[in-house]
C-alpha cells in the first residue's frame, strides 16, 4: 500500500510531491493524459500551454510555463516522488485502504489521495484560436494581461468572471471591448453596471467570434458574426480573452466525493474533501483564484495534512513507519 498517491503534476500537485518526498512519504504522482471518459488531465497542467509567467516569486525575468513545470518536477523527482505518466481512471474511496485503477487497469492501495486534476479552460472551439494561443489569444487576464499595454482587446463572456477580467484589462489596455451573444449580461447586477459605467469598456452586443485574424504570428484583429442577422465585421484587435468559463477535471470522483453544483471539488477548512484520507488542491478545488502560486500554495497544504494523517495511521498500526 503507498502511503501518498497524488493525482496531476500541475503545481499543486507537484508541489505536493515535493513535500511529501522531503517527508519520506514515497509519494506516488499520476501525471495525466486522457481519460476513459475523454477528459483530458494534462500533464504538467495549464502551464504547459503558458508561454509567460511573470508573476511566479522568484523570477524576476520571468520564465516560461512548460520550464516552470520541469524545474519543479526535477525538484519532486530529487526528493524520491515517484511519477508516471498514467491516469487515474477510477477510484473506491468508500474505506480503507482508498483504491484507485490506472490507465492500465491496474488497481492500487491508498493510505492518502491528493486530489490535483485542476480544470481546463472553456474555448470557443475555431481552429485560429489554438492558432493564435499565446500569441494574442488567452483564457486568463490576471497571467497574461500586462502583455496587453496601450492596445485594444476583446473580451468572449457575460458573466461575472467575463466583466471581472475586463475591468482588470483596462489597467493596461487602450480599450477594452465585451463580445456578448445576447443583449443581456448573465453577471450579477453590480458587475454589469461596473463595466457599463466604465469609460474604457464598450459592449458588442449580439455578437460572437467568427474568426480570430492574424499575421501568422500574433492576433491583429478579429470577424464578428451578428448573433441576430449572422452579419458579419471585422475589428482592429490586439488581444482577445476568453471568459466563458473553466471544466474541472472531477468526473472520475462523481459519486465518490462531494462535488460543488459547478463541479468543483467541494472542501472543508483548507483540502479536506468528503472522503476521510482524500485531499483536494489547486484549480479542482479553487474557482476563484486559479493561479499557479495559488496552486503551489494549496498542493504544500494538502500534503501536510496527508502527511499528518498519515503519522496517526502510524501511531494507531494502520501503517508501518
Same mark, same amino acid.
Given at each position: 500500500?503507498?502511503k501518498?498517491v497524488?493525482?496531476?503534476?500541475?503545481?499543486?500537485?507537484l508541489?505536493?510531491?515535493?513535500?511529501?518526498?522531503?517527508?519520506?512519504?514515497?509519494?506516488?504522482?499520476?501525471e495525466?493524459?486522457?481519460?476513459?471518459?475523454g477528459?483530458?488531465?494534462?500533464?504538467g497542467?495549464?502551464?504547459?500551454?503558458?508561454?509567460?509567467v511573470?508573476?511566479?516569486?522568484?523570477f524576476?525575468?520571468?520564465?516560461?510555463?512548460p520550464?516552470l513545470?520541469?524545474?519543479?518536477?526535477?525538484?519532486?523527482?530529487?526528493f524520491?516522488?515517484?511519477?508516471?505518466?498514467?491516469?487515474?481512471?477510477e &477510484?473506491?474511496?468508500t474505506?480503507?485502504?482508498?483504491?484507485?485503477?490506472t490507465?492500465?487497469?491496474?488497481?492500487?492501495?491508498?493510505?492518502?489521495?491528493?486530489?490535483?486534476?485542476?480544470a481546463?479552460a472553456?474555448w470557443?472551439?475555431?481552429?485560429?484560436?489554438q492558432?493564435?494561443?499565446?500569441?494574442?489569444?488567452?483564457?486568463?487576464?490576471?497571467c497574461d494581461?500586462?502583455?496587453?499595454?496601450d492596445?485594444?482587446v476583446?473580451?468572449?463572456?457575460g458573466g461575472?468572471t467575463?466583466l471581472?477580467?475586463?475591468?482588470?484589462?483596462?489597467?493596461?489596455?487602450?480599450? &477594452?471591448?465585451?463580445?456578448?451573444r445576447?443583449?443581456?449580461?448573465?453577471?450579477s447586477k453590480?458587475?454589469?453596471d461596473r463595466?457599463l459605467k466604465?469609460?474604457?469598456?464598450?459592449?458588442?452586443w449580439?455578437?460572437?467570434?467568427d474568426?480570430i485574424?492574424?499575421?501568422?504570428?500574433?492576433?491583429?484583429?478579429?470577424?464578428?458574426k451578428?448573433?441576430?442577422?449572422?452579419?458579419v465585421?471585422? &475589428? &482592429?484587435?490586439g488581444?482577445?480573452?476568453v471568459?466563458i468559463?473553466h471544466?474541472p477535471?472531477?468526473?472520475?470522483?462523481?459519486?465518490?466525493l462531494?462535488?460543488?453544483?459547478?463541479?468543483?471539488?467541494a472542501?472543508?477548512?483548507?483540502?479536506?474533501?468528503?472522503a476521510?484520507?482524500?485531499?483536494?488542491?489547486?484549480d479542482?478545488?479553487?474557482?476563484?483564484?486559479?493561479q499557479?502560486?495559488t496552486?503551489?500554495?494549496?498542493?504544500?497544504?494538502?500534503?501536510i495534512?496527508?502527511?499528518?494523517l498519515?503519522?496517526e495511521?502510524?501511531?494507531?498500526?494502520l501503517?508501518?513507519?
Amino acid at each position: 500500500m503507498h502511503k501518498v498517491v497524488i493525482v496531476g503534476s500541475g503545481p499543486a500537485g507537484l508541489t505536493a510531491a515535493i513535500y511529501t518526498g522531503r517527508a519520506q512519504l514515497k509519494p506516488v504522482v499520476f501525471e495525466g493524459g486522457f481519460l476513459s471518459s475523454g477528459e483530458l488531465m494534462t500533464s504538467g497542467g495549464q502551464l504547459m500551454i503558458t508561454t509567460e509567467v511573470e508573476n511566479y516569486p522568484g523570477f524576476p525575468d520571468g520564465v516560461t510555463g512548460p520550464e516552470l513545470v520541469d524545474r519543479t518536477r526535477a525538484q519532486a523527482e530529487k526528493f524520491g516522488a515517484d511519477l508516471r505518466q498514467d491516469v487515474i481512471d477510477e &477510484v473506491d474511496f468508500t474505506g480503507f485502504p482508498l483504491r484507485l485503477k490506472t490507465g492500465e487497469g491496474e488497481w492500487l492501495e491508498a493510505a492518502t489521495v491528493i486530489i490535483a486534476t485542476g480544470a481546463n479552460a472553456k474555448w470557443l472551439g475555431i481552429p485560429s484560436e489554438q492558432t493564435y494561443l499565446n500569441r494574442g489569444v488567452s483564457a486568463c487576464a490576471t497571467c497574461d494581461g500586462a502583455f496587453y499595454k496601450d492596445v485594444p482587446v476583446f473580451v468572449v463572456g457575460g458573466g461575472d468572471t467575463a466583466l471581472e477580467e475586463a475591468q482588470f484589462l483596462t489597467r493596461y489596455a487602450s480599450h &477594452v471591448t465585451l463580445i456578448h451573444r445576447r443583449d443581456s449580461f448573465r453577471a450579477s447586477k453590480i458587475m454589469a453596471d461596473r463595466a457599463l459605467k466604465n469609460p474604457k469598456i464598450s459592449v458588442e452586443w449580439n455578437a460572437a467570434v467568427d474568426e480570430i485574424l492574424g499575421d501568422g504570428k500574433k492576433c491583429t484583429g478579429l470577424r464578428l458574426k451578428s448573433t441576430v442577422d449572422g452579419s458579419v465585421k471585422e &475589428v &482592429v484587435a490586439g488581444g482577445l480573452f476568453v471568459a466563458i468559463g473553466h471544466q474541472p477535471n472531477t468526473s472520475v470522483f462523481k459519486g465518490q466525493l462531494e462535488l460543488r453544483t459547478d463541479g468543483y471539488i467541494a472542501t472543508k477548512g483548507f483540502t479536506t474533501t468528503s472522503a476521510t484520507g482524500v485531499f483536494a488542491a489547486g484549480d479542482v478545488a479553487d474557482s476563484r483564484y486559479r493561479q499557479a502560486i495559488t496552486a503551489a500554495g494549496m498542493g504544500c497544504m494538502a500534503a501536510i495534512d496527508a502527511e499528518r494523517l498519515v503519522e496517526e495511521y502510524e501511531s494507531r498500526g494502520l501503517l508501518s513507519h
